[in-house]
């Protein structure tokens, strides 16, 4: 079992709706969460960052993470075209240690 | 305050030859990490500073690959006599302990082995 599962994907969705992106973990030592956007042939930006268990809200973009599942989603209100790319999620066990990425998920929103 | 950059974006080379990446980090920032992409996975961890430290490196990191970062600002990631499956995007990411939680990626140097 893989630290870090995230479906591949594709996922394709049209303009306007809400994404769900999710991860699984197995490593309950983790306490950060984070999520990358990454365009193709890009380097990962970062989106969102969490620490331990909660919900965290920016604009149209809501993190969430459940330690007792071990579980973080990443949720897209309002989805438009430039929000196609690549979700990847990561962790570790601080924000200045060494991150596990999970493979990522492709988007496509289709106008 | 400028992103993280890498030189060159791009590198093509054959089998048998010696490379050599640039990674620039964020200003101020004492943390330096090198992590690997091939296509359709993730990003995975290669090697991380403290100042001029390198405090880890993964079992990825093969003795072929070497990295440096001599005055706590730049560094650089070596690989000697590449193969086929050293082709990859090598990505380099910066923070700063206690200022950031988290990790500010470069664009990546695209290494093509042919």
């Known amino acids: 079992q893989k630290e870090v599962e995230q479906d591949p994907g594709p996922l394709s969705v049209p303009e306007g709706a809400i994404v769900s992106l999710n991860c699984t973990y197995s490593?309950?030592?983790?306490?950060?969460f984070m999520w990358y956007r990454q365009y193709s042939r890009k380097g990962p930006e970062l989106l969102m960052y969490t620490y331990s268990s909660g919900n965290k809200e920016d604009g149209r973009f809501t993190a969430q993470v459940d330690k007792s599942s071990k579980y973080i989603s990443l949720f897209i209100r309002d989805s438009q075209p430039s929000d196609s790319a690549t979700y990847l999620c990561?962790?570790?066990?601080?924000?200045?240690?060494?991150?596990?990425f999970g493979k990522g998920t492709r988007l496509s929103v289709i106008a | 305050d400028t992103g993280v950059s890498q030189n060159p974006r791009h590198k093509i080379t054959k089998r048998g030859q010696n490379v050599t990446f640039r990674c620039d980090p964020i200003s101020e920032h004492n943390r330096l990490y090198w992590y690997r992409q091939t296509l359709g996975q993730g990003p995975e961890f290669l090697t991380y500073?403290?100042?001029?430290?390198?405090?880890?490196k993964s079992r990825l990191l093969s003795d072929r690959f070497s990295a440096e970062r001599p005055k706590g600002s730049f560094s650089t990631l070596e690989i000697q006599r590449t193969e086929q499956g050293d082709s990859a995007m090598y990505l380099c990411a910066s923070s700063q302990e206690r200022i950031t939680d988290t990790q500010y990626f470069g664009p990546g140097t695209r290494l093509t082995v042919l």
């Open positions: 490593n309950s030592a983790f306490q950060y």
């Open positions: 990561a962790m570790g066990y601080s924000g200045n240690t060494p991150l596990v």
């Open positions: 500073f403290q100042n001029e430290a390198q405090l880890e």
